[in-house]
């Protein structure tokens, strides 16, 4: 069982800077599944999409709208999670959700979802 809670949303103007938080608390009887760690986001009529996702040992991977822009990072001994987002757009504006899961392909678990909105 794996709990997320997400923090730091808001409202922003275009070319501004947020970051996320995500801290998971994992049973431990089953540590493996916050392995992978992940942020995805749903924009108003939009599908939910994946942003960017890291594993345990720093491997990371970007949607190809954010590379350059955002910045995804751990800290294992917290089992924290976070989103630099730098140069925010409009086009950014969503509900941003943390997952968590053994691997990136199954990160099944999800937090509460921490909206973001850039506007000027």
């Known amino acids: 069982q794996v709990q997320l809670v997400e923090s730091g949303g808001g409202l922003v103007q275009p070319g501004g800077s947020l970051r996320l938080s995500c801290a998971a608390s994992v049973s431990i009887f089953m540590p493996n599944m916050a392995n992978a760690m992940g942020w995805y986001r749903q924009a108003p009529g939009k599908q939910r999409e994946l942003v960017a996702a890291i594993t345990r040992g720093g491997t990371t991977n970007y949607a190809d709208s954010v590379k350059g822009r955002f910045t995804i990072s751990r800290d294992n001994a917290k089992n924290t999670v976070y989103l630099q987002m730098n140069s925010l757009k409009p086009e950014d504006t969503g509900v941003y959700y943390c997952?968590?899961?053994?691997?990136?392909?199954?990160?099944?678990?999800w937090g509460q979802g921490t909206q973001v909105t850039v506007s000027s």
């Open positions: 997952n968590a899961g053994p691997q990136v392909a199954t990160m099944t678990y």
